[in-house]
Nanobody, 124 residues
Framework: QVQLVESGGGLVQAGGSLRLSCAAS????????MGWFRHAPGKEREFVAG????????YYADSVKGRFPISKDNAKNTVYLQMNSLEPADTAVYYC?????????????????WGQGTQVTVSS
């Protein structure tokens, strides 16, 4: 059974950067795509970025496009989210998730496995 574990969250000042990692463990790991989502207090869960596991195609929410590049290391079963120019509005719990079938999706319901989340707090 696949487990996803996020790491790299923490407390940073506005304008700073963090890199989130999501490592998958299990006997097999062959997703179609990996995605990052975030959930802030009082807001709905929001798609942040996604990447097709083999082809490498990426897609982003408009709110983070240009700031949060997503990348992956297939050999390490790991996906990354580099968060730059952080703003207080980016404060949320960030989750990674695996989608095992096409097409590309921004919908949480399309993803099958989820990590436990990592807290990102951006101070003013």
């Amino acid at each position: 059974q696949v487990q996803l574990v996020e790491s790299g969250g923490g407390l940073v000042q506005a304008g700073g950067s963090l890199r989130l990692s999501c490592a998958a463990s299990g006997r097999t790991f062959s997703p179609y795509a990996m995605g990052w989502f975030r959930h802030a207090p009082g807001k709905e869960r929001e798609f942040v970025a996604g990447i097709v596991w083999n082809a490498g195609h990426t897609y982003y929410a408009d709110s983070v496009k240009g700031r949060f590049p997503i990348s992956k290391d297939n050999a390490k079963n790991t996906v990354y989210l580099q968060m730059n120019s952080l703003e207080p509005a980016d404060t949320a719990v960030y989750y990674c998730a695996a989608d095992y079938s096409p097409p590309l999706s921004r919908l949480p319901g399309a993803y099958d496995d989820w990590g436990q989340g990592t807290q990102v707090t951006v101070s003013s």
